[in-house]
């Protein structure tokens, strides 16, 4: 079988998933432009602010602190672009790195590693799921009113 059509097909997969995760987490996110999910104990702190709305997508900016016992990551930081009409969430941009090829020929001039665009994919479901497994609570900033003029 051809590496690329199961990496694609993976790949699709944890798109859809991490899209169900982000709706069932953000069921609201269409009303709030800045969300702060935090478990009590404040193990983990994830940031979401909407970026851009258009009709079919969304784009956000998470950035996350995960602090426990015996672990402490560095602050994390994506654009998630949500794909409402196809119901798929894609990483585009990680700790800033934009233009993340789905695949990379190793090594290269930047040593992005082979499946670079699926760990940030796969980065994300794993923040998700710690979030879950956190109970954690929700903040909101609501957005600002329009006035027309």
Do not use: W
């Not at 079988?1 to 997969?13: A, E, G, I």
């Not at 609201?28 to 258009?54: A, P």
């Not at 695949?103 to 670079?116: A, Q, S």
């Amino acid at each position: 079988m051809n590496v690329s059509k199961v990496h694609n097909k993976n790949s699709q997969r944890l798109y859809e998933s991490n899209y169900r995760k982000l709706m069932a987490m953000l069921p609201d996110i269409s009303v709030f432009n800045h969300i702060t999910l935090s478990s009590d104990d404040h193990l983990i702190n994830v940031s979401v602010e909407v970026v851009e709305r258009t009709p079919y997508t969304t784009l956000l900016a998470l950035q996350s602190n995960v602090r426990t016992a015996s672990l402490f990551a560095p602050e994390t930081r994506l654009q998630v672009r949500l794909y409402h009409d196809a119901h798929l969430a894609e990483v585009v941009v990680v700790q800033g790195i934009r233009r993340i090829n789905s695949y990379n020929i190793y090594p290269n001039e930047k040593m992005h590693l082979p499946d670079e665009k699926r760990q940030g994919n796969r980065l994300l479901a794993e923040i998700l799921s710690f979030c879950h497994c956190n109970d954690y609570k929700k903040t909101y900033l609501p957005r600002p009113i329009e006035i027309n003029q």
